[in-house]
C-alpha cells in the first residue's frame, strides 16, 4: 500500500516476508513486467539538487520459482532491488519529510554496510540484520547461503567523486562475502 509503513515479520517454515505483500503470479514475461510497473507505480520520487528524479525508498522485486520434476521439488528466489542512493544531505539540500527520508535510507543502507563487514569478515559474529527492514529482508540473500550478484551504479562526474568511491569501495567488500549456496529441494515421499 503506498505510504504505508513497511513491516518485515518473520515465519519458520517460510522465512522472512513484507507484511501484506502479495505474491501476484506470472506465467510470462509481459504479466511481470506488469507486476513491476504497479510496485514501481508505489516508489515515492521527490527532487534533489544531485537528482531531479530521486527515488526516497528501496524497492525490492522477489520472484519466487518452483518447479516440479516427478516426485523432486526444486524452488528458488530471486531477489531484484533496487537501493536508493546515499545522500550527503549538505549536497542534496533536503529538508522536511525528504530529509527524514534520507536519514532512514542513509541508516538501512548504513546497516546493510555493516552485515556485509561482517559476512566479508568470516568473523564468529552474528550480522545486525534486524537493526534495519532493508536487511532483515534481505537476510537470505546476502547471508552466504544464497549466491549473490550487485551490480554498482556509479555516476562518471568528479561532483559525485565521493559517492562513487563509496559505491566501489562497498562493492569490493561484498565481494569478500563467501557464499555456501545450496539447493532448495524437497521430495514428497507420499507420491512414492
Not at 510496485?39 to 527532487?47: D, F, H, I, M, T
Not at 534481505?138 to 555516476?155: E, P, Q, R, V, W
Amino acid at each position: 500500500n503506498p505510504g504505508s509503513p513497511v513491516e518485515i515479520r518473520e515465519d519458520p517454515k517460510t522465512g522472512v516476508y513484507v507484511e501484506g505483500a502479495k505474491w501476484m503470479p506470472a506465467t510470462s514475461a509481459a504479466e511481470a513486467i506488469k507486476v513491476l510497473q504497479k510496485g514501481n507505480s508505489n516508489r515515492a520520487v521527490a527532487s534533489t539538487k544531485m537528482n531531479a528524479g530521486s527515488s526516497r525508498s528501496h524497492a525490492a522485486l522477489i520472484v519466487r520459482i518452483t518447479t516440479t520434476g516427478g516426485v523432486r521439488t526444486l524452488s528458488g528466489m530471486l531477489y531484484l532491488v533496487d537501493l536508493a542512493g546515499s545522500e550527503r544531505v549538505k549536497k542534496s539540500g533536503v529538508e522536511g519529510a525528504a530529509l527524514d527520508e534520507a536519514k532512514a535510507i542513509n541508516q538501512s543502507l548504513t546497516t546493510l554496510g555493516r552485515c556485509i563487514e561482517v559476512l566479508a569478515s568470516n568473523k564468529k559474529e552474528k550480522p545486525p540484520f534486524r537493526e534495519a527492514k532493508l536487511t532483515r529482508l534481505l537476510s537470505n540473500a546476502i547471508g552466504g547461503g544464497a549466491k549473490t550478484t550487485m551490480i554498482i551504479c556509479c555516476a562518471p562526474t568528479m561532483s559525485d567523486q565521493a559517492e562513487t568511491v563509496g559505491s566501489l569501495d562497498f562493492g569490493q567488500q561484498a565481494m569478500s562475502v563467501v557464499v555456501r549456496a545450496k539447493v532448495n529441494a524437497s521430495t514428497d515421499y507420499g507420491s512414492l
